[in-house]
């Protein structure tokens, strides 16, 4: 999987984690950070 297709797929999940709970977006923002080593 490169990057911009996970980048994309994380954007869209943290679109329905919003929508569940403003956090769980933030948290698939932070752990997929850590993920991509930023």
Request: proline share 3%.
């Amino acid at each position: 999987m490169d990057t911009q297709e996970f980048l994309r797929g994380k954007k869209e999940s943290e679109g329905v984690g919003d929508r569940l709970n403003p956090l769980t977006g933030l948290l698939n923002s932070v752990l997929g950070d850590n993920l991509l080593g930023k």
